[in-house]
């Protein structure tokens, strides 16, 4: 039986900002660091901890995840059952922090790891895609030639020389495996017109073509016509969205910080797989704290995005190990 529960001698939500590597630039913003939110349970013998970072794109900051945060840990140490604050709060950065911090927690008074007590497979080691961030076609091939060690690539696109970039990606590097991500960059007419060149570079996944909202007319885009499939990304969030958008997309990119953290991941997981759709799972800019609970989603992904410590540059320590675009499974150190 899960723990719903806990008697929290401590409980703390706070900030922490990391600098990135170099600038992460998408159609829409670039980053040069990342604020995370942390979240830390104590019940007098064992710590749990989770990270979340808030997506501005859906109006989060971070002085409302904090809020949030401490909000939900105020109800918990005056004794609400985490199952059913949880699903009366929103999804987003504050709910993932707080659920991802009391799996830990979970796993650790359980004194066993995380996927033995969800009774799912160990978890192994998986291929992680390496991000190429938006900039001119010939800074992205010199970009994608110098991720020798990575061999999938996501590059970001959202741009009028789109099918340019992508072209000069592939010549660059004929053999790596590619998806793109438009980050909802593109009308109906640019997909249309870009669609030949992804087709050509051997895409195999195009990420999030249309604004949110703009997903039905993807229906004039016929299945039989779609030689590289289509993700939802910023069009869904929890399980809810996954079973609304079933008819019109191929791949649903789970995130952590769009769910709200392991428990509606978990949920969206088991919808996707029932709707007959592919799984990504993804992340935002954070540490490996952030991406250890993803790991569990990843087990059964087709695509894995889990490179943010890569393009942090710097982790945390203890941290999860990265070798040649593979990512390790975390310690019970790190997390679960």
Request: charged share 25%; aromatic share 6%; proline share 6%.
């Given at each position: 039986?899960?723990?719903?529960?806990f008697?929290?001698?401590?409980?703390?939500?706070?900030?922490?900002?990391?600098?990135?590597?170099?600038?992460?630039?998408?159609?829409?913003?670039?980053?040069?660091?990342?604020?995370?939110?942390?979240?830390?349970?104590?019940?007098?013998q064992?710590?749990?901890?989770g990270?979340a970072?808030?997506?501005?794109?859906?109006?989060q900051?971070?002085?409302?995840?904090?809020?949030?945060?401490?909000?939900?840990l105020?109800?918990?140490?005056?004794?609400?059952?985490?199952?059913?604050?949880?699903?009366?709060?929103?999804?987003?950065?504050?709910?993932?922090?707080?659920?991802?911090?009391?799996?830990?927690?979970?796993?650790?008074?359980?004194?066993?790891p995380?996927?033995?007590?969800?009774?799912?497979?160990?978890?192994q080691p998986?291929?992680?895609?390496?991000?190429i961030?938006?900039?001119?076609?010939?800074a992205?091939?010199?970009?994608?030639?110098?991720?020798?060690?990575?061999?999938?690539?996501?590059?970001?696109?959202?741009?009028?020389?789109?099918?340019?970039?992508?072209?000069?990606?592939?010549?660059?590097?004929?053999d790596?495996?590619?998806?793109?991500?438009?980050n909802?960059?593109?009308?109906?007419?640019?997909?249309?017109r870009?669609?030949?060149a992804m087709?050509?570079?051997?895409?195999?996944?195009?990420?999030?073509?249309?604004?949110?909202?703009?997903?039905?007319?993807?229906?004039?885009?016929?299945?039989?016509?779609?030689?590289?499939?289509?993700?939802?990304?910023?069009?869904?969030?929890?399980?809810d969205?996954?079973d609304?958008?079933?008819?019109l997309?191929?791949?649903v990119?789970?995130?952590?910080?769009?769910?709200?953290?392991?428990?509606?991941?978990?949920r969206?997981?088991?919808?996707?797989?029932?709707?007959?759709?592919?799984?990504?799972?993804?992340?935002m800019?954070?540490?490996?704290?952030?991406?250890?609970?993803?790991m569990?989603?990843?087990?059964?992904?087709r695509?894995?995005?889990?490179?943010a410590?890569?393009?942090?540059?710097?982790?945390?320590?203890?941290?999860?190990?990265?070798?040649?675009?593979?990512?390790?499974?975390?310690?019970?150190?790190?997390?679960?």
């Amino acid at each position: 039986m899960i723990e719903d529960t806990f008697t929290l001698r401590n409980a703390r939500a706070y900030r922490e900002t990391w600098p990135l590597a170099k600038p992460f630039v998408i159609s829409r913003a670039r980053a040069d660091t990342t604020d995370v939110l942390v979240v830390e349970v104590d019940d007098g013998q064992c710590i749990g901890r989770g990270e979340a970072c808030p997506i501005r794109r859906f109006g989060q900051s971070m002085e409302k995840a904090l809020a949030g945060a401490e909000g939900m840990l105020a109800a918990l140490r005056g004794g609400a059952e985490w199952s059913k604050l949880h699903d009366l709060t929103s999804a987003g950065a504050a709910r993932n922090a707080v659920d991802c911090a009391l799996w830990d927690l979970r796993a650790k008074r359980a004194g066993k790891p995380i996927w033995e007590l969800l009774d799912l497979p160990e978890w192994q080691p998986v291929e992680t895609v390496f991000t190429i961030s938006v900039a001119a076609p010939e800074a992205m091939a010199a970009a994608a030639r110098d991720a020798g060690h990575y061999p999938v690539l996501k590059i970001k696109l959202g741009g009028s020389d789109d099918d340019l970039r992508i072209r000069a990606i592939r010549d660059a590097v004929p053999d790596k495996r590619l998806i793109v991500d438009v980050n909802e960059g593109w009308s109906f007419a640019e997909l249309e017109r870009c669609l030949p060149a992804m087709i050509d570079a051997r895409v195999e996944l195009i990420e999030q073509p249309l604004p949110a909202g703009r997903d039905d007319e993807l229906a004039r885009l016929p299945r039989a016509a779609r030689s590289v499939p289509i993700g939802a990304d910023e069009s869904c969030h929890t399980a809810d969205d996954t079973d609304r958008l079933a008819d019109l997309y191929d791949v649903v990119n789970i995130k952590l910080d769009k769910t709200g953290g392991l428990t509606e991941a978990l949920r969206m997981l088991d919808h996707a797989r029932a709707a007959g759709l592919d799984v990504m799972v993804g992340c935002m800019l954070g540490t490996s704290l952030a991406m250890a609970p993803a790991m569990l989603l990843a087990q059964s992904s087709r695509f894995t995005d889990l490179d943010a410590p890569l393009l942090i540059g710097t982790d945390r320590a203890p941290a999860m190990v990265y070798k040649d675009g593979v990512v390790f499974p975390p310690s019970p150190q790190v997390w679960g």
